[in-house]
Each structure stands twice: as C-alpha cells, then as structure tokens.
C-alpha cells in the first residue's frame, strides 16, 4: 500500500503500516485509530494459513467509534461504501470498490474479530448477506413499532400463543374459532 498515505479525519493524520493479525498488514491512522486494508492482502492472508484466523471471543465488549459520515477512500478520494456488518444499531465498515479497499473506524477490526468474522469478510461484504441483514432491520423495526403500540406485556403473550397454536394439529381451526363471534 502507497506509504505516503492520508487519514480523511479532520487531522489528516499520516497512514502507518499496523499489523491486523499474523502476516496481515494494514495502515493506521495515529489521529484517529482508522486502518485501511486491501481486500487483496485479506485474501491471499486467508489463503495462506487458515490457522492464523483468529477465533470468535465470548463475551468480549468493545468500544466502537464508527464515524456516521461517508469517508472517502484514502487512496483514490473516491466516496466508500457503508456496509453493514450485523442487523440493528450496530456499526458499519466503509469499502472503495475501485481500490477494494476496506475502513475499519477504531475498535471496528478487534470488534469482528471478537465475533469470528475476520475470515468471512467476503461473505460478509456479500449482496446476499447485505440484502439478509437489511431484511432482518426492517423485520425488527417493525417488531419494535408493534412492542411500543401495544405493550411488551402483550406482544410476549401473543407470542406465547403463536407458539402454542404452532404445536396444535389443528391450528386453523383453532384461529377460526378465535374469531368467530
Ligand atoms: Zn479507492
């Protein structure tokens, strides 16, 4: 990666070479605490040894600094890409397409590692798996939508309910007599 390198936080703070894992370099910004990883130098590290991926940490919290702005690519100026990394208020990476190139804000990288992501990247960075946790965002915004209206109270007990219809051989007749008046 182009040693001269600059952070596009307010400080412009000079890239320096950081070691991600075993035989993983990247580029650091000492303002900030941003790093920049080439998605080719991620490959051919998984490639090499699948060994040196570092295994998911239970219980393991850490505090993450995800810039909410668009950043631009600190090698080609071009705007990256926001992705998400779970479904819900959870943090994004920022990706240049043209570079292949990867953002991770401070406490991004140790965070998807304490999750066992750091080999999956590629599956991570995936339309299938952008397109599921979207899907799963707005399948727990409207759960939420529906808690706040009605009550946790009463949307445990519907659920309770849902899942005792789900056991019953004759459910539809069940939910028929339900509405009947
Ligand atoms: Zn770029």
Known sequence: MNPTLKCSCPARGALRPVALAEALLAAQCGDCGGMLMGMDDWRAWKAGDEDRVPHAVDDEIIEV???????????????????RVSAGPDFRIDRCVACQNLWFDKGEWRAIVSRGLAGRLDELLSDGWQRR???????EARLAALRRRYGDECIDE????????????????????????
């Open 133 to 139: 946790l979207q899907t799963e965002e707005v399948r």
């Open 158 to 181: 519907l659920d309770r309910i849902r899942a005792w219809l789900d056991t019953q051989p004759h459910r539809d007749e069940l939910l028929a007599l339900l509405r009947a008046d």
């Open 65 to 83: 600094f995800d810039a909410t702005g668009v950043r631009h690519c600190p090698e080609c100026e071009r705007l990256m890409q926001r992705l």
